[in-house]
């Protein structure tokens, strides 16, 4: 027993059974317990930044081919839109068939719209080439500074591919890098221990403030957002592992640490350093994991997608908006380039949700609204589906552009111990059929 619950994934899941029950019985110091949530992002939100820095520039340093990084990011791009597409039509096609706003007859001039000003005072509508003028920071220091993690991106791949021209001269810069890495991960692995504690707060917070009352009034919303993600994860990612040569099962096992923490927080990025690592433990290049992780949390919001489209139709529906398929049609398509750029983002649903409604002038943005009391108990399911569909994408980008070890990612999957490897990083080439040329320390 003790062991059992020695695991951490164990503490978590009894830290978010005790904060729902703090929450139900005690709400008044529920809604107190929020900083210690609060605190554990933080925490983790400090240690993005120099890990996804130290990860990228150390990895391309030791690559042996240039060429090869521009193919990832292509493929990776590719793969991304393609797939965080199919979560949208999917909401769509879930959302149209069981119709969870029909019959609530609500008058959108009526609803109380002043809880919303916070969300739609941020959803200023950007251009496409607002959104990539801003991937380029102003300075290195206000990246880091912002925690802007496009922009912190670009940055590391550069600097990672100006030492890799440099050669033997930048050794030493990139051993420092490498060691200063895994001190950083050290850290993580400390902060972490702190999960349990996050997850009480904010589940106690949670409950506390909204109860479980606003569940059964939007229940049929909620059961499908749930069931959307729980079909695009086992209809979607799940061919996709097929395809990429593992199983689903055995990968959900292997991050259900991650999970649980994720269930926990309800933020993808709390576990954004422990995914970067467990995703070179079962055998992805270094470059690819450092690349992929990152970008994925703005290009490939699967999650995010599902309920996008899923709370438009909804707000529709429950106001009496009529929408012809092509109206629909043009929803989607809008929401194929709004969804993106969300990741790090405070409310960063509503406020997207916003600027999508606003642009198109067809759904009424007051209509969000009636989303507040449970949008809270949504993010659960799209910050977990979120943390799947990117492991899911890195594993399957790596074994696309031949950056993947299998024989270490079924070591990794089956719980078998790794293999003694050197300390000295030897550089890491991109083969052509599936395996990594060279030794990246995870």
Known sequence: MKRIV??????VLIAVILGALVGELFPDTATSLKPLGDAFIKLIKML??????????????????????????????????????????????????????AGMNIDAASLDTSSLATYTSAAKHSSFMEFVMNIIPDTIVDAFAKGNVLQILLFSILLGVALAQVGPRGKVFVDALDSLMQGMFRIVNMVMRLAPIGAFGAIAFTIGKYGFGSLFSLGKLMACVYLTCALFVIFVLGPICRYSGFSLWKFLRFIKEELFTVLGTSSSESVLPQMISKMERAGVSKPVAGMIIPSGLTFNPDGQAIYYTIAAIFIAQATNTPLTLTDQLIVLAVLMFTSKGSAGVTGSGFIILAATLASLGTIPVAGMVLLLGVDRFMSEARAITNTIGNGVGTLAIAKWVGALDTEKMNRAFNG???????????????????????????
Not at 416 to 439: C, D, N
């Open 6 to 11: 020695g695991k951490l994934y164990v503490q």
């Open 48 to 101: 993005l930044a120099p890990v996804i820095f130290l990860t990228v520039v150390s990895g391309i340093a030791r690559m042996e081919s240039m060429k090869e990084l521009g193919r990832v990011g292509f493929r990776a791009l590719l793969y991304f839109e393609v797939v965080s597409t199919l979560a949208l039509v999917l909401g769509l096609i879930v959302v149209d068939v069981f119709t969870p706003g």
């Open 416 to 442: 078998e111990p790794e293999p003694e490897i050197s300390q000295a990083a030897a550089p890491v080439t991109l083969a052509k059929h599936g395996a990594i040329s060279g030794t990246a320390r995870a």
